[in-house]
C-alpha cells in the first residue's frame, strides 16, 4: 500500500461519539495514521471516544464548520503535504478514499462527488440535493466550472490551501474553498464517491429546518463574498471603474425618479405599475452604489440631493400632505384638531379649494402635539404642498449629514440613495422625516455617551410619534447604574419637556383625548404579517388591535433585559413593532434604515426594495375598489425582510461564537467581546446577545 505519511486527515465533530470511533477505525485501516479531530463545543463523550481510539484531538470552542477546520490546520508538522478533510457522522464512505488519493498525481484539488454515484444520489436529502445543484450552477455563471457537489470529503494540497486564504468560519468553508480553487486556476478533479443515509445522532445543518435555512444563506452569502473579492470585485476597484460604477448608479436612480415623479397620484387607476417601474430602476441604482467603494464627499450629497430634487418639484405628493396643511391651517384660526374633524359644520367656512383630497375626512386628528405644532408653523408660513415637502426634505437631509459624519459617507448611502426614503419625504411627502430625525439624533447622542441630549431628542421623538416612548424608558433603563438619582430625575424631565411644550401651544389640546387612541387606531388593517395570519384561524381578533400591545409589551421586556446599546435595542424594537403592528403603512418601513447604516442589516436593504409592494393595496383600491391585501403581495412585501433577518441572525451567531471567552465561565470575555463593551457607533455588533456579569 502506499504510504500515507504525508497525509493529515481533519476531522471537525459536534456530539458524534457514537459514530466517530468507527470513522478512525476505518481510517486507520486504509493506512492514514495522521488524524486531528476537532471538537467544536460537544457535550457528550466524543472528545474522550476520539482520544481512545488514537486521533489528535484538538478544542476549538467557536462553533462554526470552517472555524473547526481552521483549527485543525495550526502548527502543520512539516512533513505533512496533503489535507484530507471527512465528516465524523459515518455517512462518508470512506472505503472510496483511495480513488482520491491515486489522482494526487495530476490534480491539487480532489473532491468527492456523492452525486456521481446511485448510493449517494440516494442517500442525499432533498435541501441537500437542491443546495449542491444551486451552488453547482452559481459557481459555473461566475467562473465557467460547474462543480456537481459541495461534499465534505475532500483531498487538497497543502500548499494550495494556504494559498487560497480561506476566510470563512462556518458553512460556507466547503464552497469557498471550490469557488477560489477555480479563481486560482487549481487543477482540480471530481471522483464518485458513496454516501450513507445518516443511522445514528442528528444533522447540524439539513436535519432541522432552520439549520438548513441558515446554512443555505450562509453558503449562498460565501459565494457572493468570494464572487465580489476575486471576480467583478477586482475590476470594478479599480478607479476608473469606481468611476464608471457611480455614474451608471447615479444614472439609474434619476430614471427611476423621473420614470416616479408622473405617477404621483396614486389614487388614480393605473398609476401604481408604472410608479413600481420607477421604484424598480430606482433600486438597481441603489443597490448598484453600495458596490462603491471609493466615495467622496461631493458625490455622496449629488447622489442624495439629485433624485429628492425631482421628486420634490416633480412629483404630486401622498394624500397625507393635504391633512397636514388643514390641521396646521385650522389651528391658526384658533380650533383645536384633536376636537373637530374636517367635515365639522365649525369648519365649513374654511374649507380651501382642496379640501375634498384630504383623507378620512370624518376623523379627528391622530398625529401628536408637536408634529401639529410643526404643521402650525409651517401653515403660518403659507399652505403650500412644495413647502412642506420641503420641510420633511430638509430634515431627511440632516439625517443623510447626521449619519455620514457619524459612520462615513459610503456606509450612509443605505440612508441617502434609499428608495424608499427618497420617495416617502420628498416625492410623497410625508412627516416621518421629523421623527427620523429626532429619534437619529437621539440614538446618535446616546451611544456617544450624551444622555441628557439623548433624552431632549428623543422626548421630540415621543411628541412627533408615541412609538418612540420605549426608547425613551430604555435610556433610562439602561444607564440605571451609571446615572442615579438626581441624574434619572434629569433624564426624565428633557425627555418629557417637548411634549410638555407642544401641548401648551396646540390649542384647547388638553381639553380633549388628544393622546387616547381612535376608532381608527382600534380597528384599522393595512398590510400587517402577524395579525392577518391570526385572523385566519381566529377571526375574533380582526376587530381587536388591543390584543397586540400583549406580545409587544413581552418583547419590550425582553429587550430590556438583553440588549446592550441604543443601536441594538431600535433595531429590535422598531422589527418587532412592525411585525406585530395591525396597521402597517409604507413609510413605516423608513425607521428601520437609518439603523442598518450601522448594521448593514440585510431585512432592512430587502425591504429597501420589497417595501413598495405596500402600494399595490392602493392599486387594488384605486381600480377595483378593494382595500384588502393578497396573500401573495404580502408575501412579496414581508418574506424578503424576515429571510434578510435570519440572515442577519445566522451572522451575529458566528460573531458571538467568534467571540473570546472567559475560560472558567465560559462568559464573554469583558476585554475582548466588543458585546460587552461600550459599542462604537461605528462597529456596534446588533442583536440581544448573553451579557457579561
Excluded at 62 to 69: D, K, L, P, V
Excluded at 506 to 528: G, H, I, N, W
Excluded at 614 to 640: C, E, N, S
Excluded at 686 to 692: D, N, Q, S
Amino acid at each position: 500500500m502506499e504510504s500515507m505519511a504525508d497525509v493529515l486527515v481533519i476531522i471537525p465533530a459536534l456530539n458524534e461519539a457514537e459514530t466517530i470511533g468507527t470513522v478512525i477505525d476505518q481510517l486507520h485501516s486504509l493506512g492514514l495514521t495522521r488524524i486531528r479531530v476537532v471538537d467544536n463545543g460537544s457535550t457528550d463523550s466524543t472528545p474522550r471516544v476520539a482520544r481512545k481510539t488514537g486521533a489528535q484531538v484538538l478544542i476549538e470552542r467557536r462553533r462554526g464548520y470552517g472555524a473547526a477546520c481552521w483549527q485543525g490546520l495550526q502548527d502543520l508538522p512539516e512533513e505533512v503535504a496533503w489535507i484530507l478533510f471527512c465528516d465524523a457522522d459515518g455517512c462518508d464512505v470512506l472505503e472510496d478514499l483511495p480513488r482520491l488519493l491515486a489522482e494526487r498525481e495530476d490534480a491539487d484539488f480532489i473532491l468527492g462527488n456523492r452525486q456521481g454515484t446511485i448510493e449517494g444520489r440516494h442517500a442525499l436529502t432533498l435541501p441537500q440535493r437542491f443546495g449542491n445543484a444551486l451552488c453547482g450552477w452559481l459557481l459555473g455563471l461566475a467562473w465557467g466550472q460547474q462543480f456537481a457537489d459541495l461534499g465534505p470529503m475532500r483531498l487538497i494540497r497543502r500548499r494550495t490551501l494556504e494559498a487560497l486564504a480561506m476566510k470563512d468560519r462556518g458553512f460556507g468553508w466547503t464552497v469557498e474553498m471550490q469557488a477560489k480553487a477555480v479563481a486560482s486556476g487549481v487543477r482540480i478533479i471530481e471522483v464518485p464517491v458513496g454516501y450513507r443515509a445518516r443511522r445514528l445522532g442528528k444533522s447540524k445543518i439539513s436535519g432541522t429546518v432552520r439549520g438548513t435555512v441558515l446554512a443555505g444563506s450562509t453558503i449562498l452569502s460565501t459565494l457572493a463574498k468570494v464572487w465580489w473579492r476575486e471576480g467583478l470585485g477586482r475590476k470594478i476597484a479599480a478607479p476608473r471603474g469606481q468611476t464608471v460604477l457611480w455614474w451608471a448608479s447615479m444614472l439609474l436612480l434619476l430614471a427611476g425618479a423621473f420614470g416616479m415623479a408622473p405617477f404621483g397620484d396614486l389614487s388614480v387607476a393605473g398609476a401604481i405599475p408604472p410608479f413600481l417601474t420607477g421604484a424598480c430602476v430606482m433600486a438597481s441604482g441603489f443597490f448598484l452604489l453600495l458596490m462603491v467603494r471609493d466615495l467622496r464627499a461631493g458625490q455622496f450629497w449629488v447622489t442624495a440631493l439629485a433624485p429628492r430634487a425631482v421628486l420634490l418639484f416633480a412629483m404630486y405628493p401622498g394624500d397625507d400632505i393635504w391633512r397636514y396643511m388643514w390641521e396646521g391651517m385650522i389651528q391658526l384660526h384658533g380650533f383645536n384638531p384633536y376636537a373637530l374633524p374636517p367635515t365639522a359644520s365649525e369648519l365649513a367656512a374654511f374649507r380651501p379649494e382642496w379640501w375634498e383630497q384630504i383623507n378620512n375626512p370624518t376623523l379627528t386628528a391622530i398625529y401628536p402635539p408637536l408634529a401639529q405644532l410643526g404643521f402650525r408653523l409651517l401653515a403660518w408660513i403659507g399652505p403650500s404642498v412644495i413647502l412642506f415637502k420641503f420641510a420633511f426634505t430638509v430634515a431627511d437631509l440632516v439625517v443623510a449629514w447626521l449619519l455620514a459624519r457619524r459612520f462615513g459617507y459610503r456606509p450612509a448611502l443605505i440612508y441617502a440613495a434609499n428608495p424608499l426614503i427618497i420617495y416617502h419625504f420628498s416625492g410623497g411627502g410625508h412627516l416621518d422625516s421629523w421623527f427620523l430625525l429626532a429619534m437619529v439624533a437621539g440614538w446618535l447622542a446616546a451611544e456617544a455617551g450624551n444622555w441628557r441630549r439623548a433624552a431632549l431628542w428623543l422626548g421630540a421623538g415621543v411628541a412627533l410619534k408615541y412609538v418612540c416612548l420605549p426608547a425613551v424608558a430604555f435610556l433610562v433603563w439602561s444607564r440605571r447604574k451609571e446615572l442615579r438619582g438626581r441624574e434619572q430625575w434629569i433624564l426624565l424631565a428633557l425627555a418629557t419637556a417637548p411634549m410638555l411644550a407642544a401641548l401648551a401651544l396646540v390649542p384647547d389640546v388638553l381639553s380633549t383625548r388628544a393622546l387616547a387612541p381612535s376608532d381608527f387606531t382600534l380597528y384599522a388593517r393595512s398590510s400587517e404579517f402577524v395579525p392577518y395570519w391570526v385572523a385566519q384561524v381566529w377571526p375574533w381578533s380582526q376587530q381587536h388591535n388591543e390584543i397586540y400591545l400583549l406580545p409587544l409589551a413581552a418583547g419590550l421586556l425582553w429587550l430590556f433585559l438583553r440588549c446592550y446599546s441604543m443601536t441594538e435595542f431600535f433595531e429590535n424594537y422598531l422589527s418587532l413593532l412592525l411585525v406585530l403592528s395591525p396597521a402597517v403603512h409604507g413609510w413605516y418601513f423608513t425607521w428601520l434604515v437609518p439603523f442598518a447604516v450601522a448594521t448593514r442589516h440585510a431585512g432592512t436593504l430587502a425591504l429597501s426594495v420589497s417595501g413598495f409592494a405596500y402600494f399595490w393595496l392602493i392599486h387594488r383600491g384605486a381600480t377595483m375598489g378593494d382595500w384588502t391585501q393578497p396573500t401573495a403581495t404580502k408575501l412579496v412585501l414581508w418574506m424578503p425582510f424576515l429571510l434578510g433577518w435570519i440572515w442577519h441572525a445566522s451572522r451575529l451567531r458566528r460573531e458571538i461564537d467568534n467571540t473570546p471567552r472567559d475560560p472558567a465561565s465560559g462568559r464573554l470575555s469583558p476585554t475582548g467581546s466588543k458585546l460587552a463593551a461600550q459599542p462604537s457607533p461605528c462597529t456596534t455588533t446588533l442583536g440581544c446577545a448573553e451579557k457579561t456579569e
